[in-house]
């Protein structure tokens, strides 16, 4: 059984041999669109600051070398930026040729489940064309021209999917930190109004071209898992599952069928700095959410540096992920 069968038995539910996973010999490859684009690296702009332009046009900026940085400026910023809506220059991605990476790697790594990325749906991308602050009172102050933005980008993204599955991906993954540390960023009622019937055609369109969906997102977003399970989103990378509660996140699994891609929580487990405990919450994991029946990805947090945790810590995870996620330790399952 390969990596690319374990991951689809892993999605369907069907009893893989092992838990798949995204460390070591991960069972994932990735690629994306590689043609040309306004993004730029990031470079010294005096006084400690640096920045960069990304592939919309926005600026952002960072006061170290090794944060992810944050939009400075956005593309449609100020007063007038929605003004601008139906005129600013967006990124044109129909151009099959800038898939060529993704077949590339179809072609070389067949084994491996692979995976497309996107630059987000529609909030992601709009937050930082608008910028966040921005943004979040636009929903409220400007829906109609918000709504003709997400429209835009929306059928941007159509582009994109319809061009990755055509290029051999077996899946699209997408960012949207849609969580604070306690709630949804916004009314779960206007999530539903505004995003979700375009979560549900996006997704509808993946499921057209033979493409499962896959979405990362931060916070606490438990508002709306149920919404997202029923708007097609296949896998949920969650970077703090205790977040939600394991026991939570395992219920989803009796009522839908929804795969959950986790590390140890980066911010409880991992930040207790005690292996016994982060040893204990990877089997813990496997057992309420794994199960030998599918349902879960162990997973692994590659910016340790920037959260000031001992990776040593996420290689006991790790270690015990590997150990324990095999389908003989669940025979009754």
Known sequence: MDSREIVRRTL???????????????DFANAGYSGPTLATSWREAGGGRWERTD??????????????????????DGDDGLDRVDEVALPDFAD???????????????????????????????RKLRRLDQYLADLYTSPDEIHALHDRLDAILETMIRNHAAAGADAIMFPEDWGT???????????????????????GVARECGVRVFMHSCGQTEAIVPDLVRAGVDLLQFDQPELHGLDTLASHHEEARI?????????????????????ARAREMLDKLWRGRGGFVAGFYWGMEAIGVDPALQGAASDEFKAHGVRSRYADA
């Open 55 to 76: 592939v919309w046009g926005n600026t952002w900026a960072r006061v170290d070398a090794t944060s992810k940085g944050e939009v400075a400026r956005g593309a449609l």
């Open 96 to 126: 099959p040729a800038g898939y060529d990476g993704v077949r590339r790697k179809r072609a070389e790594r067949p084994d491996k489940w692979l995976i497309a990325g996107l630059p987000g749906f529609a909030f992601n991308i709009a």
């Open 12 to 26: 369907d539910f069907e009893a893989p041999e092992r838990v798949a996973r995204s460390f070591g010999d991960s």
């Open 259 to 279: 795969t959950f891609w986790c590390p140890v929580d980066i911010q409880k487990t991992l930040q207790s700095g005690d292996e016994q405990l982060v040893r």
């Open 181 to 203: 540390q306690d709630r949804l960023m916004i009314d779960p009622a206007l999530w539903r109004e505004e995003f979700g019937p375009r979560f549900e055609k996006l997704c």
